[in-house]
């Protein structure tokens, strides 16, 4: 007999489709075993003592933390100073420097209501605590390990310089550690800390 000519074709194997590709994550280092020592044992460890952690904040006189408090709730009140036709042209409304509008007509230099606020001397922060920086410390700019260990680390905290170069920034971050020197601008973080 022939084969039917009506019959249907048999289907074409399609292939199975591929497992979705997972994400392994690497395992965690293993934690190396420490060795248990007997109380009675001679060896004598050669530890460096701990150095002193690097204060959060500094420590403050009652009347500059009074201050300090009151900045914060100043600047909190604050209100955005806008430069006059910020609304019309980006270059001026994304610009943070402010301008004095000298218009004779300006509606903004006459106070009106409507119009945004001045910038004026009664918005300014306590003179005391003006150049600290949130946490309480004066910043002070470093370069060198000299100029670091100049520093009191209960008031002052390091910036190092833009302009130091990452090998020597490391050994200053490293000196600031061992200092207990709070450094504002890390490039790394100290362990424990996230």
Known sequence: MSPDPVAAPEPEETPAPKPARRRVRAAPPAE?????????????????????????????????????????????????????????????GRDESWRRPRGLQSKQRRHYGYRSVIVRVGY?????????????FRPIIIRTTGELEKLDATKEAAIIARTVGTRRRLTLEETARRLGIHVLNPITTPEGEE
């Not at 408090?69 to 209100?79: A, F, V």
């Not at 300014?124 to 309480?136: C, H, Q, T």
């Open 32 to 92: 190396e075993k420490k060795e248990i020592v007997p109380a009675d044992a001679t060896a004598v460890t050669t530890e460096e003592p701990a150095a002193p952690r690097a204060p959060k904040r500094a420590s403050l006189d009652p009347e500059s933390a009074k201050l300090l408090r009151l900045r914060r709730e100043l600047d909190r009140h604050r209100p955005l100073f806008v430069r006059q036709a910020a609304h019309r042209y980006y270059r001026i």
């Open 124 to 136: 300014r922060s306590p003179a005391k605590v003006r150049d600290l920086v949130p946490s309480g």
